[in-house]
């Protein structure tokens, strides 16, 4: 299995809804990423787990939560978002942090 | 045809020419370049990479160039197809944390 999986798809919020977004690799990479990427520009990173252990928050909003449950699975929860969060959010992984990453096909988020 | 990546952020060529994407980055200690392709609606796909410690690198009909002095790579496609058309990304590991930041991308259309 050389893919990366995220679920949802697509995901309509409001604003004082609380939602997750999931995310699945079983390539055995050690090393997840949350990107955030808005219409016409490039991804921006957001959070890196390396072996389970937040090891990189860039600077988010504590309205997004990053989980990592385990190797394979990284949670992204929101909360109170703005319409101004409303993009694609990425994940990809890589064998370990700094090796080439893997990206699954986004969710696409609408927050009203 | 030829882009400049931060300053010609649209790139038009004729099937069956070559393009050449450029990408100009900011940190000389970055050692580890990678160029991913975007397709609509879809997430980045690897395309190819290179190290510091080598200025050309060849897949199929596709050639990076690394140019150290001056902080510039390119992309170069041989006889472009329409498949081809997308955005594609640059994206530098930066230290300290070893992570990939993504340049401006540069949106590649093939005319039939």
């Known amino acids: 299995d050389t893919e990366v999986t995220q679920t949802p798809k697509h995901l309509v919020m409001g604003m004082t809804n609380k939602k997750s977004l999931k995310c699945e690799q079983h390539m055995g990479h050690r090393a997840m990423y949350w990107y955030k990427q808005k219409a016409k520009k490039p991804p921006e990173l957001m959070f890196v787990y390396s072996y389970e252990k937040l090891s990189i928050n860039e600077s988010v909003p504590s309205r997004f939560s990053p989980e990592c449950p385990n190797s394979s699975l990284l949670n992204l929860h929101l909360h109170a978002l703005q319409p101004e969060d409303s993009a694609l959010y990425l994940c990809?992984?890589?064998?370990?942090?700094?090796?080439?990453?893997?990206f699954g096909p986004g969710t696409r988020l609408t927050v009203l | 045809g030829e882009s400049v990546g931060l300053h010609l952020p649209t790139l038009s060529v004729q099937e069956g020419d070559n393009s050449i994407i450029n990408c100009a980055y900011s940190n000389s200690a970055s050692d580890y370049f990678i160029w991913y392709k975007q397709e609509s609606g879809k997430g980045p796909q690897f395309i190819i990479d290179i190290r510091s410690n080598m200025d050309k690198r060849q897949g199929q009909r596709v050639t990076v160039l690394l140019n150290k002095t001056v902080k510039h790579l390119s992309l170069q496609i041989a006889a472009t197809q329409p498949g081809d058309s997308a955005v594609y990304f640059c994206?530098?590991?930066?230290?300290?944390?070893?992570?990939?930041?993504f340049g401006t991308g540069t949106s590649l259309t093939v005319i039939p």
């Open positions: 994206a530098e590991n930066r230290s300290p944390g070893n992570q990939f930041y």
């Open positions: 990809a992984s890589s064998q370990s942090k700094g090796g080439e990453q893997f």
